[in-house]
């Protein structure tokens, strides 16, 4: 089979994995190799600095000894298989580094073989590239479940990040969709590579004695939302326990998308419109959810609760929080300490601090916040300033409800052009993917809204892999857990030593911009 057939499968095999995400390390370039990595956006997506930048994503094989029902490359499947050499998947890779089609790799597999079978073919395309190409660029793999520690040593010792995706969020849907696997068989693992990275193994017997450091960006999983029956408060409990537990630097979602034929799946419904629009939100409402939890210090169940189970699909977790919390609204901007702040809708960690620096030189106005990037469609119906709520604004939490669902449903109107579906292709245009909008049989009855059914038919559909690039809670597009933890870090000075300085005008606005690019 030829190279480019290879890699048309491969690819195309690799698109169900999530990998939009930092690679959270930095890593100079060294005279004779080739390639660096900075801590900045990865595979298709965007920087905190603004840049795009692309990772090779791609299977060392599609050929898989499991037959798990939910997988498109299940063994019992009937699809064009192949699997790359080590010598090919590193001459592919460096050559796509040289053309500048790419600035990483993201490699993942199915099961061939054996666990240890596979990781060890994987080690040795990755041991090529570091030490016979000298690539030093951003390598992301994902170790297959049930592997030894041995090579998972050696597989960390290689790469910047190891995933290893716990697939569903309970054990009982493990069992029913994928019998040959186990949570305890990814889990033991999970725990392996967070003591390693704790603790710094070392693999000895590799030649690449100045890069020593296991799993530098940390580990990362992945689990399918909608395949099975479980609720949102499952799922973020269970994310909120992988972070505490196994240090993980990220959870992601991804929606389901029912590729086989099965009675164990759910079907996708047809003639009903609006059902791919919950799927679509529910996956962008849970990585909402998940950024409240990471760096807004929400707690899980503040963003949902054994009454509504579900995130309202309609509206984002932080302004429905909001809107169940009317008794600590509205906030006088002037007055609030950091804590307070970053939990206004329309203000993030960014905004927070412009606004705590910003506010020691003045008061600040409706016009100060809109210079300081404030989202004021969201923030302007949960606060003052100097005692005065914005025009046009009327304390009504139905009302408000109303008004966010209107502002949210425009923001996905001038989203439907130019968003990209899946990952993007090296050889091929780019095709157009049409956000969908809700359907007009969803009744707004109140302010918590769950339109969302904890039936596994109801929430599994197609979904585009897109989507995580639309989340719009006011978190920058890809902006890596590292910025985001710098910026909460850098935060925690200026809200010990903030004071209300009265009604001082110290600086002009052109001054308060100055403060607000400073700050940030």
Known sequence: MELLDKLTILADAAKYDVACTSCGVNRGAIKGQLGSTTQAGICHTFSADGRCVTLLKVLLSNVCSYD???????????????????????????GFYRRNYIEGLFLSSGVLHSPDYTTERMCEAIQLLRDEYGFRGYIHAKAIPGT?????????????????????????????????????????????????????????????????????????????????????????????SLYKQMEMRRVFFSAYIPVNASPLLPDMPTGLPGTSDIALLREHRLYQADWLMRFYEFSVEEIVSEENPFLDPLIDPKC??????????PVEINKANYEMLLRIPGIGVRGAKRIVVARRERRLRFDDLKRLNVSMKRARYFITCNGIFAEGVLFDPLGIYNELVRDAEQTRTRRKKGVLEGQMQLFSEPSTFIVPTLPDSYNVSGVAVNVLQSSAQDVGCAISKGACQDINSGVSKGASQDVAQVAICSSAQDVGRDVDHGNRQVASPKDLKDIANAAA
């Open 320 to 329: 429905s929080w909001a809107l169940r919390h009317m008794d600590l609204f």
């Open 68 to 94: 798990c029902v939910y997988c498109v490359n299940r063994r019992t499947n009937d699809v064009p298989r192949a699997t790359f050499t080590a010598r090919e998947l590193a001459e592919l890779t460096i």
């Open 148 to 240: 030894s520690n041995g090579l998972l040593v050696r597989l960390g010792v290689l790469v910047d990040r190891v995933s290893l995706n716990i697939e569903l969020p309970s054990e009982k849907s493990l069992k029913l969709l994928a019998p040959e696997k186990s949570s305890a068989n990814t889990l033991v693992p999970m725990a392996f590579v967070r003591d390693g990275i704790k603790e710094n193994y070392q693999d000895k017997r590799l030649s690449i004695v100045k890069r020593t450091r296991f799993a530098p960006a940390g580990q990362s999983t992945q689990m399918i939302v909608g395949a099975t029956p479980e609720s949102d408060l499952q799922i973020l409990r269970l994310s909120a």
